[in-house]
């Protein structure tokens, strides 16, 4: 009963996707590839020149209209590149996009490489631990703006996944066996999201996701 309960909530998803492509005049094998591309670039800055010459769009201002839509349609998230020194927003540079929630996640993902039912899929790629890290970037993603604030991210000589533009704390994502300061020091003072570590190393706390998850 589960099951086909997931299957109709996907389907019902799934159609909801293909009706807001339809409505707002947007072609779906595109759709396909840009996400496809997304996916590919998980966690890591895109422009939208890479994202047109990948889905051989032609101009980067069709990769800007798409991704708006997915936007629009609350299937994206977008976090700019935010410079902490000058406090703006660098809108130029490259962007980080994320699925919105962890379920549309794994929908768009059977959206755009098929073949299983979403359970299946996700108990697949889960095993993979490079992109089990990039999926936990993309719920913490996820909650932050569940939170109300804006994703940014910040990069110099080394990147920091979240930061934001008033005084909160700055979040980077280290879903590892074990962290150590080691893995962080060039963070002065933030929250570090972990797998199971829990400690305090001057003004950084290291946190379990669950445990994270659970603040709401």
Known sequence: MEL?????????YKSWLK???AK?????????????????????????????????????????DYLQFLKDSFFLLEAPLFEISQKRVLWRKNKKFYCSDPFIFWLLFSFVFGGEDVS????????????LAKFVENLVGTEISKKGKELFYYQNRREIDFVFQDDTLPIE??????????????????????KSDFFVDKEVLVLPLDLFLLLG
């Open 4 to 12: 086909k309960r997931l299957y109709s909530t996907v389907e019902l």
């Open 19 to 21: 009706s807001e492509m």
């Open 24 to 64: 707002n005049e947007k072609k779906e094998v595109l759709v396909r590839v840009i996400l496809e591309k997304v996916f590919e670039s998980l966690a890591t800055g895109i422009s939208y020149q890479s994202v047109a010459q990948y889905a051989d769009l032609g101009s980067h201002n069709t990769a800007r």
């Open 120 to 131: 299946q899929i996700a108990s697949r790629k889960l095993k993979d631990p490079d992109f």
């Open 173 to 194: 994502v280290k879903y590892q066996r074990r962290v150590i300061p080691a893995d962080f020091s060039y963070l002065k003072k933030g929250i570090v999201i972990s």
